[in-house]
């Protein structure tokens, strides 16, 4: 499996901003797909995941801003980041649960910042 990211970009406070991640490979084998955050000298913090099923989890720091989903013909996961704030201000790294592990694709940065 192969990830590719992109949408990342720099955004005023309150503004919003669509992440994207599509895949490629062995699509058979991604259990789950989602994404991570780490910002300067923090540890990664799970962002949100999407099961094949459907299921959405988030972290509590995101609940009702963020929106994760996934187009399955296209083979992509989105999230879309909406009322963003300074401390969403992060690389992002989209990963798959697979089979044989967990891939992780490239991160995109997201800045916020008047």
């Known amino acids: 499996v192969q990830l590719q990211a992109s949408g990342g970009g720099l955004v005023q406070p309150g503004g919003s901003l669509r992440l994207s991640c599509a895949a490629s490979?062995?699509?058979?084998?991604?259990?789950?797909m989602g994404w991570y955050r780490q910002a300067p000298g923090m540890q990664r913090e799970l962002v949100s995941v999407i099961s094949s099923g459907g299921s959405t989890n988030y972290a509590d720091s995101v609940k009702g801003r963020f929106t994760i989903s996934r187009d399955n013909v296209k083979n992509t996961v989105y999230l879309q980041l909406n009322s963003l704030k300074p401390e969403d201000t992060a690389v992002y790294y989209c990963?798959?649960?697979?089979?044989?592990?967990?891939?992780w694709g490239q991160g995109t940065q997201v800045t916020v910042s008047s």
């Open positions: 990963f798959a649960n697979t089979i044989r592990g967990i891939v």
């Open positions: 490979g062995s699509i058979f084998s991604i259990n789950a």
